[in-house]
């Protein structure tokens, strides 16, 4: 199942059934899942853990040194869990000391083309990020977050579950749970009704994350004011529970 024609370290830990294209390169302590599925031309460098049923596309580089100037070699890693796609040329990097030492990403995601993740970022699961989609270093993106093609995220920024981030955005604050935002620099528009559907949530829980999102950006309330009344809301209400906890532990400011 390995191409005769690619390069594989004595050090890194392959286990059965795994796939490897020809000319790919894989690293030193790298260790890759069962039923995992990796092209040509494709380069893995570690510390790097893969786990099972991913899929890693041609020229797709994953677990390199971080591009951060303050890097000087320390030992971090990359952690990746089970039934990812890596598209195209896409680069995913290890973290720094400057953060915990690793760059995270869960289950069940889809990274297209040219997409990037800088080092020390934090993916959740089912997370689709479009072609050229760029996260700058320390990023935390919620579950079942989608990114349009050719958006950006600044460093140190967090995007909530199920928020839409559109194409073209450029995202530079916290985007809370639920939202859909737009432009450069990003803004909100409205919530991401259609995607909260399609993942089983009830017309009444999508009413009451709408009023959140009417409370908290359209009733002119102060942020203070406004957490008063998203707090009551929270109260009878578990689906507002988290745009609430979001916004108490933003550090950046949200999107306004």
Known sequence: MIDSR???SPQA??????????FSVIGPDVVIGAGTWIGPHAVIN?????????????FASLGDAPQDKKYKGEPTRLEIGDRNVFRESVTVNRGTTHDKGVTHIGNDNLLMAYSHVA???????QIVMANSATLGGHVEVGDWVIMGGLSAVHQFTKIGAHCFIAHNAAVTRDVPPY?????????PHSVNSEGLKRR???????????????????????????MVELEKMAADHAEIRPFVEFIKRSE????R
């Open 119 to 125: 080092h020390d970022c934090h993916l959740g699961d």
């Open 200 to 226: 089983g949530f009830t017309a009444e829980q999508i009413l009451n994350i709408r009023r959140a999102y009417r409370t908290l950006y359209r009733s002119g309330l102060k942020l203070a004011a406004a």
């Open 13 to 22: 830990q392959i286990a059965a059934g795994v796939e490897v294209g020809p």
């Open 179 to 187: 939202v859909m935002a737009v432009g450069r620099p990003a803004v």
């Open 46 to 58: 570690g510390p790097t853990r893969i786990g099972v049923d991913n899929k890693i596309f041609q």
């Open 6 to 8: 690619a390069v594989i």
């Open 252 to 255: 950046r400011s949200i999107v």
